[in-house]
């Protein structure tokens, strides 16, 4: 009877606790407890989804309407979510937005406003990163500031674009060339535009002032057609969702710090990291569909028409995820994996470095800037790093069995390919997981932990072959093969 009684008495208190504290915050915590997330990840989601039925309100009532209304709009929404999210650390963002704006009006078209830009924006982000910087991946207020930082940089050089002769541009660079002047209002709409404020993608100011205007749809007068195109990567981007809300409880990279993993044997150590490698990459997948699906329903995601006439919605596709599941390659990986902030880093960086005068080097300085664009922790420049090491190599070894006869001969065997398929994309993932490994772990202390007990195999095999494969190529490729490319 005792223990009745107390059980009555503490369902009370529960009871109390809902009604003095409110039943929705404690269910939000309750359901990121028993789906093993964090309440922050599940405010996340819950914004992410969030911009459906706002990009429904906009087509039915804004799409039209007054510029200012829509700016207003995009600002007051994003705003909104950023308190959801962040709380009154929203201040971070608005400074930002509101000192560039400044930094455009006080500076003009100058050299001077990008290299302020630039400094301001990316010291502001990496004061952030040291400042709340932990040991593990925590959702705050850094995390949209990231993708805000790149789209402030990005519209300081497109508005001294705008300033120069149009013949001295590029094709791409008068596309994305701004010959207005901003004001404050659309500035804070392009940086708040709730469909990509927490996690992109990027999109140039010109083309959300396209959307602003009404051009972006597929039938000009009338509201685009894009219901469909946005639900196949809404539909999609739930499969990936499903899938990674299933797995994570069972595969971490907390497990590579354990006891257990150590002590299994070399085989399944590798084999674990060559899963995790894959599946790790799935939250950002899920992510990057469910906004693309918001861009494509406002109309963002408009990409003009193909050679038969029919709507391309890829203008904010930020997988191509037929080509990230199938191909072999890393570099096919690159190419289809966060493809807007790739696009961004090689028009805004590694194009601007061509005066260099090698395509290496800018490579290089552009993978660093990315390292530290993630943040300050070791694990990250000890990522890209691996990734330009293996880029290289992959390049080398493809050039090598190109321009080999005997090498593309036995490619060319059909039998074998599905054997050669089945080695490309073991190597592809196991090393994918071992570049990943340090981005995901953070420290040096760990990531170390987890290389030395496979070896420090990934640095091993690709640094011996960026030696070894000029040697190869002597003796596989005849002497007139190579006095063809070099002509």
Sequence with gaps: MASAAEGDVGAEAELAGVLRWGFPELSLNKLS?????????????????????????????????????????????????????????????????????????????????????????????LAGYYYTATGTYDIKWTMPHCVLTLKLIGLAIDYFDGGKDQNSLSSEQQKYAIRGVPSLLEVAGFSYFYGAFLVGPQFSMNHYMKLVQGQLTD????????????????????VYLVGYTLLSPHITEDYFLTDDYENHDFWFRCMYMLIWGKFVLYKYVTCWLVTEGVCILTGLGFNDFDENRKAKWDACANMKVWLFETNPRFTGTIASFNINTNAWVARYIFKRLKFLGSKELSQGLSLLFLALWHGLHSGYLVCFQMEFLIVIVER??????????????????????????????????????????????????????????????????????LFILPYVRKVMVPRKEKLKKTE
């Design 219 to 238: 039938t000009p007068g009338r509201i685009p057609n894009s219901t469909i195109p946005a639900l196949k990567r809404l539909g999609l981007g739930l």
């Design 33 to 125: 407890t028993s789906l093993g997330a964090s309440e922050q990840a599940l405010r996340l989601i819950i914004s992410i989804f969030l911009g459906y039925p706002l990009a429904l309100f906009y087509r039915r009532y804004l799409f039209y309407k007054d510029s200012y209304l829509i700016h207003l709009f995009h600002t007051f929404t994003g705003l909104s979510i950023a308190y959801y999210n962040f709380g009154s650390q929203l201040y971070h963002s608005l400074l930002c937005v509101v000192l560039q704006f400044l930094i455009l009006r006080l500076m003009g078209r100058t050299v001077t406003a990008v290299f302020t830009t630039f400094c301001f924006q990316m010291a502001y982000l």
């Design 396 to 465: 080398q070894a493809a050039s090598l069995i190109r321009d080999s006869p005997a090498l593309s001969r036995l490619a060319s065997v059909t039998v074998l390919q599905p054997f050669f398929y089945l080695v490309q994309q073991t190597i592809h993932w196991l090393f994918m997981g071992y570049s990943m490994t340090a981005f995901s772990l953070f420290t040096w202390d760990k990531w170390l932990k987890v290389y030395k007990s496979i070896y420090f195999l990934g640095h091993v095999l690709f640094l011996s072959l």
